[in-house]
């Protein structure tokens, strides 16, 4: 699976950005999905995950209530709503996708169980 993020910009604080997830390659409707972030000087951070259908999703306490992620498989795209944006959450996000489909959104919550990347995109919010 090739995966190309974007949406990232600057956004003030209480503000809103939907990331994006194009997939290609492989059949994106059999691959769970991820979003993590890094910011500057600190290791990649799970964000939250979705099962491959889309039924299933999971979040990082830091994110839940604020950010939402979903999928549309007739798109090959996935998506991540982030809204009331904090200075904290400035970080490149990346989005990634596991090789194989056999567990819950809750297992994918480590970068070691993925196995392929997009770009990522920077998420800069100004206080």
């Known amino acids: 699976v090739q995966l190309q993020a974007s949406g990232g910009g600057l956004v003030q604080a209480g503000g809103s950005l939907r990331l994006s997830c194009a997939a290609s390659g492989r059949t994106f409707s059999n691959h769970p999905m991820g979003w993590f972030r890094q910011a500057p000087g600190k290791e990649r951070e799970f964000v939250s995950s979705?099962?491959?259908?889309?039924?299933?999703?999971y979040y990082a306490d830091s994110v839940k209530g604020r950010f939402t992620i979903s999928r549309d498989n007739a798109k090959n795209t996935g998506y991540l709503q982030m809204n009331s944006l904090k200075p904290e959450d400035t970080a490149v996000y990346y989005c990634a996708a596991p090789n194989r489909d056999y567990a819950s959104a809750s297992y994918y919550n480590r970068p070691d169980r993925y196995n392929y990347w997009g770009q990522g995109t920077q998420v800069t919010v100004s206080s």
């Open positions: 979705i099962s491959s259908s889309g039924g299933s999703t």
